[in-house]
Nanobody, 131 residues
């Protein structure tokens, strides 16, 4: 079983930055793709970014249109940790942020059923951006 734990959330002013961490533990061979998702109050959970092992064909990070140019996803394989660097934060970025894992590669974050493609989820970390 794979366990994922998010950290790094907090309160930040608009235009500021935060870096979230997703620490993985346990055994889940071939679960090489880690996605970041977020859920704002009263809204559906949505995909934010995804990264797979660089040796796979899907190693190039993927981003939702709403965060392109502002967020950067990266991974530290030695420490089994995936990061989400968030710059130029906006109030609409306020949400609970989750990391999740699926086998092999990233899929289209906007595709129907994308959430169901991820088998392991963390508990979430709150990000609040004030105006």
């Amino acid at each position: 079983q794979l366990q994922l734990v998010e950290s790094g959330g907090g309160l930040v002013q608009a235009g500021g930055s935060l870096t979230l961490s997703c620490a993985a533990s346990g055994l889940a061979l071939d679960y090489d793709a880690i996605g970041w998702f977020r859920q704002a109050p009263g809204k559906e959970r949505e995909g934010v970014a995804c990264i797979s092992y660089s040796g796979h064909s899907g190693g190039v990070p993927n981003y939702a249109d709403a965060v392109k140019g502002r967020f950067t996803i990266s991974r530290d394989n030695a420490n089994n940790t995936v990061y989400l660097q968030m710059n130029s934060l906006k109030p609409e970025d306020t949400a609970v942020y989750y990391c999740a894992a699926r086998p092999y590669y990233c899929i289209d974050l906007a595709s129907r059923g994308a959430l169901s493609e991820y088998d392991y989820w963390g508990q979430g970390t709150q990000v609040t951006v004030s105006s």
